[in-house]
């Protein structure tokens, strides 16, 4: 079921998105609800925005332990930095 929402935007910003959805041929009211339902669709339950791939380097369990990081990054920003 359909429902009206009123939303307070600038005045430029309405006229963008406009022409957005008519490049696109399709309303303003739909973009909006495409667009808002993106968004909790892909909200987190537990409220951050961390992604799978960020969850698994976060923790370093995935890190050779031989390889010493932190002197490879030290390198790295020397070379990076110095000239």
């Excluded at 409220?47 to 332990?65: A, E, H, R």
Aim: no cysteine.
């Amino acid at each position: 079921m359909d429902n009206k929402l009123t939303l307070k935007l600038d005045s430029q910003v309405i006229e963008q998105a406009k022409t957005y959805a008519r490049r696109r041929n399709t309303s303003l009211s739909k973009l909006v609800e495409s667009y808002l339902e993106l968004l909790t669709s892909q909200a987190n339950p537990s409220g951050d925005d961390i992604t799978p791939l960020v969850k698994s380097l976060s923790d370093g369990s995935d890190l050779d332990k031989k390889i010493d990081y932190r002197k490879d990054y030290k390198k790295h920003i020397l070379k990076k930095y110095t000239k």
